[in-house]
């Protein structure tokens, strides 16, 4: 299993709010979470319904990410997340994957 641990956040925007929030979501990424040890990559997703938003993080572990949440800095963005939206959030490791032509499977 790959030791890569990718975070995916879907955000509901609060009505109006969905660019607002993917804007906060890509600023949050350029400023802070690029910066910290062991980011991987980041991409913000904007759905075409008007209120969604996916951001799809990858970081070379957990303790990385952990690293990152302690830092006081992530509870004011969260703060800053939490006025524009609701989410849910999961962590895990990639089983299997599909890039330029190549597949990669991995036991789960």
């Given at each position: 299993?790959?030791?890569?641990?990718?975070?995916?956040?879907?955000?509901?925007?609060?009505?109006?709010?969905?660019q607002?929030?993917?804007?906060?979501?890509?600023?949050?990424?350029?400023?802070?979470?690029?910066?910290?040890?062991?980011s991987?990559?980041?991409?913000?997703?904007?759905?075409?319904?008007?209120?969604?938003?996916?951001?799809?993080?990858?970081?070379r572990?957990?303790?990385?990410?952990?690293?990152?949440r302690?830092?006081?800095?992530?509870?004011?963005?969260?703060?800053?997340?939490?006025?524009?939206?609701?989410?849910?959030?999961?962590?895990?490791?990639?089983?299997?994957?599909?890039?330029?032509?190549?597949?990669?499977?991995?036991?789960?």
């Open positions: 299993m790959s030791t890569t641990l990718t975070l995916i956040n879907v955000f509901t925007a609060k009505p109006g709010k969905q607002e929030l993917a804007k906060t979501l890509a600023e949050g990424t350029r400023s802070f979470f690029s910066k910290q040890p062991g991987l990559s980041s991409s913000v997703v904007v759905g075409g319904d008007g209120s969604k938003v996916a951001n799809i993080s990858q970081s572990s957990a303790d990385d990410v952990a690293g990152f302690s830092d006081p800095s992530f509870a004011d963005y969260m703060k800053s997340i939490v006025a524009l939206a609701a989410g849910e959030s999961m962590m895990g490791h990639t089983t299997y994957s599909h890039t330029g032509g190549v597949e990669n499977q991995e036991d789960a």
